[in-house]
């Protein structure tokens, strides 16, 4: 293929395209790592290399990267209906279908769902809705949003606001409003006090969020938003007893739950939802990623009774709910999301998870003592690990995400796509993963380990 277009990839990527998360400068040297198939757990690159993708794409592909029945429930909503809206009034058969369904799955009662296409998205309504809802009820004080460092919730101007990870904020001048804060990042390892128990530390941790709300005054916090297990801030697990603990606190100043599931959802953490699993008992819920297992780009956002009640009395009031996009509900989502649901149910992926969960959390684990290890963490089919220079201390090196990202690199040579985060390195395979391909996915990670504790030596 000399001179053909494969074979100068590099040279007309760098020349046409700005990557998401890349530095643009190092890219043109370093240049694109080309993708070309996918067969279950596995993609394959354009040097012919297999490799076993141990993060499902962005945490996503659920059920891995070719899946035949939901490229032909694809092939059919195409044919039948390949675009249409939700706009005033219009509907179409798979977007209520997918709307039925969602009620039914929800880890608490859900009321209406109201679709959009990425996470962002998703977050960027459960605000609008938060604030809607409050100006509904005659509580226009009633609008700051409590996310916390280290939580993803997207990058559009605010759901990145939300967002508590310094990339995502420098140089774009966010966050956009002093609507949002940020509270403490529930990670035991680097946040509790010496000899803290996790259950202590969870109870001080609502203790500190009632006193923060008290300091912001309750009449002006409208909404909570959390991810049950944080995933892009390097999959940081809550201590035991942390949800139960908040959510007394959120119910007295009656402040909204917003649970992003956006990683969390469809069976990631054992249960369909992350709320279950973590004891979260959301007002609304945030979904995206494995609800199409990413085959096609849809999200949804489910809201309670009484938040549906009261913006259907306010669209009223005004003569419309004056939000929604072009492809919020796109036909071809909706159907394949049916069919993605469905086979998680049919094959009972949930209870998949569950019985190779175990053996993924003890590879992890397994690495807990490697000298270049400080924490060895996660739940169900996700988990990372986080090198540090001295675990006793929760030590950071100087320069953070240079090992880590060696590390991602040694395990790349090796055959294992997982991704650095700063000095995380996480796993979040498809959840079809069998045992087996777990234990070939951690093979090489004691090696990796090595090799990058040579070099950082
Ligand atoms: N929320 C969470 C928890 C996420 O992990 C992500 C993306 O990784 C988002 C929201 C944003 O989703 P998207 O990239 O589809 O906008």
Known sequence: MDGGPLSNMHARDVEALLHPYTNAVAHRSVGPHTIERGEGVYVYDSEGRKLLEGMAGLWCAGLGFHDEELIEAAREQLGRL???????????????????????????????????????????????????????????????????????????????????????????????????????????????????????????????????????????????????????????????????????????????????????GFGRTGNWFGATTLGMTPTSISMAKQLTSAYVPLSAVAINAEMAEAIEQNSHKIGLFGHGFTYGGHPLGCAVAIKTIEIYQRRDIVGHVRKVAPLFQKRLRDHAGHPLVGEARGVGLMGALEVSPDREKAATFAQPGKVGAKLSAEMLSRGVIGRAIGDSFAFCPPMVITEEQIEEMFAPLEASLDATLAWAK
């Open 82 to 264: 390949p675009y249409y809206h939700l706009f005033a009034g219009r509907s179409f058969e798979p977007a209520v279908e997918l709307a039925e369904k969602l009620k039914e799955l929800a880890p608490v009662p859900m009321s209406k769902i109201f679709y959009q296409s990425s996470g962002s998205e998703a977050n960027d309504t459960q605000i609008k809705m938060a604030w809607y809802y409050n100006n509904a009820l005659g509580r226009p004080e009633k609008k700051k949003i409590i996310s916390r460092v280290k939580g993803y919730h997207g990058v559009t101007v605010f759901s990145a606001s939300l967002t508590g990870l310094p990339y995502n904020h420098k140089d774009f001048d966010l966050p956009v409003s002093d609507r949002v804060k940020h509270v403490a990042t529930p990670h035991h390892w680097r946040g509790a006090h010496p000899g803290e128990t996790e259950a202590e530390f969870a109870a001080r941790l609502a203790a500190d969020l009632d006193a923060f709300i008290e300091a912001e005054g309750p009449e002006t916090v409208a909404a909570f938003i959390a991810e049950p297990v944080m995933g892009a801030g390097g999959v940081i697990v809550p201590p035991e007893g942390y949800f139960e603990a908040i959510m007394p606190v959120l119910r007295k100043h009656d402040v909204l739950m917003i649970d992003d599931e956006v990683i969390c």
